[in-house]
């Protein structure tokens, strides 16, 4: 089965260009021209990634990503922002919202093409965040369900948009040893997409305020970057 992927872009001639170029490539593609339609078509077509607009009207795309996160129908979908704005703040604000890449326009198809696949692979497992190892991760009352994407203390399933989720699985897989913030970029993030350590530190806090008690398993190593304690 072909891949589908969702184009989101207020400039019809932006939405053409970039499905005649990924029908090229095999690939199905489904359109929208502003953020709410992009929700439904998101719902309705359960794309396998987002090509995301940023500046549109009514609902930008800081907000489509933001809801897209929040629906566990959604939340595993990849998105990469497409953006005129090529501030590292803008940058920032994108990936800590769970994107997984970005790209400043004018867009070349060649990289838009190459990013595509980068991502659709990660998804797929060929680029793995994390070691194959175990698909269930057990640690005390804490169960990690790889494959699901699921984790769930007690009998309570919490709910970890995909990078957060990723970095947690990291860790957790490697129990007991100190992780750099780069080292977590490069695994979560992949190579290519250039972020900046506070990327990490804002998805660690935000991992800990959802584990609750379990928080406390994930340290803190000054200068360093994280260990989860064993």
Known sequence: MPKKILVVDDEKDIVGMLKYNLEKEGYTVVTALNGRRALEQAQENKPDLILLDVMMPEMDGWE?????????????????????KGSEVDEVVGLELGADDYIVKPISIRKLIARVKTVLRRKEGTETPAETASDVIQIEGMEINVPNY?????????????????????????????????????????????????????????????????????????????????
């Not at 489509?64 to 953006?83: E, G, R, W």
């Not at 750099?180 to 530190?201: F, I, K, P």
């Open 64 to 84: 489509v990503c933001k809801q897209l996160m929040k629906d566990v129908k959604t939340s595993m979908i990849p998105v990469i922002f497409l953006t005129a």
């Open 150 to 230: 699921t984790v769930k203390i007690g009998n309570e399933e919490i709910f970890l948009p995909k990078k957060e989720f990723e970095t947690l699985v990291y860790l957790a897989r490697h129990r007991g040893r100190v992780i750099s913030r780069d080292a977590l970029l490069n695994a979560v993030w992949g190579e290519n997409v250039v972020v900046v350590d506070r990327t990490v530190d804002v998805h660690i806090r935000k991992i800990r305020e959802k584990l609750g008690e379990y928080g406390d398993y994930i340290e803190t190593v000054k200068g360093v970057g994280y260990r989860f304690k064993l």
